[in-house]
């Protein structure tokens, strides 16, 4: 009798060990997935969070962390200095800037803009004129639509037109929405993008001279 109970007895402690070593193996196994999950967080949100930018000499080169600029949409300053220098300035070299401007626009946005500016570009091409548009950033009032990342911009430009040695200079002034979207290198490092799209131009002062 005594022999059958410790046999029973070791083949319950047998039993025990096989469970402990079971769940040892499923929680190491548990603990290798979850660091690789975190791990494969950290890259991705390190890589997707770097903005990147060129030099004039074309090499690319990252820029301070999204993270930490767009807790408030600082950024949209960037989006908007490129929008004016891109789209608003003309001269016979920024052909392809502007039509990459327009990818900052959904699409029906960007194709009404087009017909509306089409003529005024069409004149100032003809004449030979040039043309320069600089972001007021003082200019510039956010307010934050909800949480998911949509805001009511408004800001202005002073572009100016010249001809000849004279200026006719304008204020160029911009009331649109805006809505996070994912970072595309580089098309939109910025991850904004622009819709229900408003601008205005008012002549400020005509036929300046050129200092």
């Not at 929680?27 to 999950?37: D, M, T």
């Not at 949100?45 to 600029?69: C, D, F, H, P, Q």
């Not at 009404?112 to 100032?124: A, D, M, R, S």
Request: charged share 25%; proline share 2%.
């Amino acid at each position: 009798m005594k022999e059958a109970t410790d046999l029973f007895v070791d083949i319950i402690k047998e039993k025990n060990r096989s469970r402990i070593i079971v769940l040892s193996v499923v929680g190491l196994c548990l603990a290798i997935i979850l660091s690789s999950l975190i791990f494969a967080y950290v890259v991705y949100r390190e890589s997707s969070n770097t903005a990147y930018a060129i030099g004039e000499s074309g090499n690319v080169s990252t820029l301070e962390k999204v993270e930490l600029i767009t807790k408030t949409p600082d950024e949209l300053k960037f989006q908007l200095t490129y929008l004016f220098s891109a789209y608003y300035t003309i001269d016979f070299t920024n052909t392809e800037s502007r039509e990459s401007a327009l990818r900052l626009f959904v699409n029906d946005d960007y194709i009404k803009l087009e017909k509306k500016w089409e003529p005024w570009f069409k004149n100032v091409r003809e004449q030979s004129l040039s043309q320069e548009a600089v972001f007021v950033e003082e200019s510039l009032k956010i307010s934050q639509l909800n949480q998911s990342g949509h805001f009511q911009v408004f800001a202005q430009a002073i572009l100016s037109v010249d001809n000849a040695g004279y200026q006719n200079i304008y204020v160029l002034s911009v009331n649109t929405k805006v809505k996070r979207v994912g970072r595309s290198f580089p098309l939109n490092p910025h991850g904004f993008i622009f819709y229900d799209y408003q601008d205005e131009i008012v002549l400020r002062d005509k036929n300046v001279p050129i200092q």
